[in-house]
C-alpha cells in the first residue's frame, strides 16, 4: 500500500514518519516555487537533527564567528570571476576550506554556480564549516530543482552525528592549489620556473636548518626568479613558524606569476589570526590596483597580427578554423574587436560561427560582443550569438 502511495520517494524503512515528510514536500514542490518550500526544509531539520551539542561545537571552532563580510565580498568575487564551472567549484571550496562562514555567505556563494549539480557539491562541502548550522535552510534558496532538497537533506542527517575534530575552522584533508597554466589574470612576472628548478630550490630549503636560512635562502633567489602561487605556497609550508611563513609569503607576493591567485596561501596557516591577516592583505592589494588586470589581460596588436597571419597560412577552412580556436585559448585575453579580426580569416560561415563561439568566453569585453556580429552574413548565424550573449 505504501509502495503505491508513494512510489518516487519510497524507502526500506520503517519509519513511517519519514515517509509522510517526504511526500509531503514532493507534494508542496510541486505546487509552490521552490522558495517557498524552504520552511518544509526548516521542519525537517528540526525534526530530524539529533540535539547533541552540534551547533555549539562548530562555534567552539569558529570562536570569532563567521568571516568578515567585506573580506567575504572580496573572496565571492573571485569565486564568480573563474572561467568554468570547474573552476568556480575549486576556488568556492578553497573559500570554505579556509574560512568559517555564515549560512547567508554560503547561499550567496551557492548562487554563483549555474547548476544544481555543482551547487549542491559545493553546499555539501560547505556544512562543515558552517558557524550557524541552525540557519542552514536558507541555502535552499540558492537551489532549482526540488530533487537537491532531498540529497543535501539525506547528507545533513547523514553527517549531522558526526564529530568534527577541533583546531581549526574546518577539517582540511589536503590542501588546493591553484594551476597557473589556467590562470588569466593580472601576472607579477613573466613566466614560472620550471619543474625541476622549482624541486633544486624546494630541495635547497630543505636543507636549511633553521627559518633564518630559510628566509635568506629564498631571498637571494626571488630576484631572478619568478614562482607560480603553488610553488610558493608549498615552500612556505617549510617555515615552522606561521608568523615566519606569513612574513614570507608578504615578501614573495610582489614575484609571483599568478597574483590573483594568492587568496590560495590563505590555506597554509592554521591560526584563525593570521587567516584574516592574510586575507586583509589580500584585499589592501586589490584596492591599490583597481585597474591593473583589465589592461594586462590582453593581446598586444602585433601579437594580434602574428595570430592573422598563422591563420591565413592555414590552406583550408577547417584547418583555419583550428588554427584559430588553438590561438585563442593559447592567448586567451582578446577584445571584441580582435575576434572581429580573427573570425574575418575563416573563408565559410559555419567556421566563422563556430571560431566566433568558442571566442565569447575568451572576450574581456563581452558587452561589446554584440557590436561586431556584421563580420556573419547569415542572419541565423547572428541570431545564435545573440541568443549566447544574452
Not at 517526504?22 to 505546487?31: G, S, V, W
Not at 592567448?331 to 575563416?346: D, E, G, M, P
Request: aromatic content about 12%.
Amino acid at each position: 500500500m505504501i509502495r503505491n502511495s508513494f512510489p518516487l520517494f519510497y524507502f526500506d524503512t520503517q519509519n513511517s514518519k519519514e515517509i509522510e515528510i517526504r511526500h509531503n514536500i514532493f507534494l508542496y514542490a510541486t505546487k509552490m516555487k521552490i522558495m517557498k518550500y524552504t520552511i518544509i526544509f526548516f521542519l525537517i531539520v528540526w525534526m530530524n537533527l539529533p540535539e547533541s551539542g552540534m551547533t555549539q561545537g562548530i562555534r567552539n571552532r569558529c570562536q570569532n564567528g563567521p568571516m568578515d563580510r567585506t573580506l567575504f565580498q572580496q573572496q565571492k568575487q573571485f569565486v564568480a570571476t573563474r572561467r568554468s564551472s570547474s573552476e568556480v567549484l575549486e576556488a568556492a571550496r578553497s573559500l570554505s576550506t579556509s574560512n568559517c562562514l555564515s549560512s547567508e555567505q554560503v547561499k550567496e556563494v551557492a548562487s554563483v554556480f549555474t547548476n544544481d549539480f555543482d551547487r549542491l557539491e559545493y553546499a555539501k562541502h560547505a556544512w562543515y564549516s558552517v558557524y550557524d548550522k541552525e540557519e542552514f535552510l536558507t541555502v535552499m534558496d540558492a537551489f532549482i530543482q526540488a530533487s537537491n532538497l532531498f540529497r543535501l537533506y539525506d547528507f545533513i542527517r547523514a553527517e549531522s552525528g558526526v564529530a568534527t575534530p577541533p583546531g581549526g575552522p574546518a577539517p582540511i584533508a589536503s590542501i588546493q592549489y591553484p594551476d597557473a597554466a589556467l590562470y588569466v589574470g593580472g601576472k607579477g612576472c613573466p613566466d614560472w620556473v620550471n619543474e625541476n628548478g622549482f624541486q633544486q630550490v624546494l630541495v635547497g630549503v630543505k636543507n636549511q636548518p633553521e627559518d633564518t636560512g630559510r628566509m635568506k635562502f629564498l631571498q637571494g633567489l626571488w630576484n631572478s626568479n619568478c614562482f607560480s602561487v603553488a610553488q610558493t605556497m608549498m615552500l612556505a609550508q617549510e617555515f615552522q613558524q606561521e608568523n615566519n611563513r606569513f612574513q614570507f609569503l608578504k615578501n614573495a607576493s610582489v614575484r609571483v606569476y599568478d597574483t590573483g591567485n594568492l587568496n590560495f596561501a590563505v590555506q597554509v596557516f592554521q591560526t584563525e589570526t593570521l587567516r584574516k591577516e592574510w586575507n586583509q592583505f589580500i584585499a589592501s592589494r586589490l584596492l591599490q590596483a583597481p585597474a591593473e588586470s583589465p589592461q594586462t589581460c590582453q593581446v598586444a596588436p602585433d601579437a594580434l597580427t602574428r595570430i592573422v597571419n598563422s591563420i591565413n597560412q592555414q590552406g583550408v577552412s577547417s584547418s583555419k578554423v583550428n588554427m584559430a580556436k588553438q590561438q585563442i585559448q593559447i592567448n586567451k585575453c582578446f577584445t571584441a574587436r580582435q575576434v572581429k579580426s580573427i573570425v574575418a580569416t575563416i573563408p565559410i560561415e559555419s567556421g566563422r560561427l563556430e571560431v566566433m563561439k568558442f571566442a565569447y568566453d575568451y572576450t574581456i569585453d563581452k558587452p561589446e560582443f554584440l557590436n561586431i556580429l556584421d563580420v556573419l552574413s547569415v542572419q541565423s548565424s547572428r541570431d545564435e550569438i545573440i541568443k549566447l550573449v544574452r
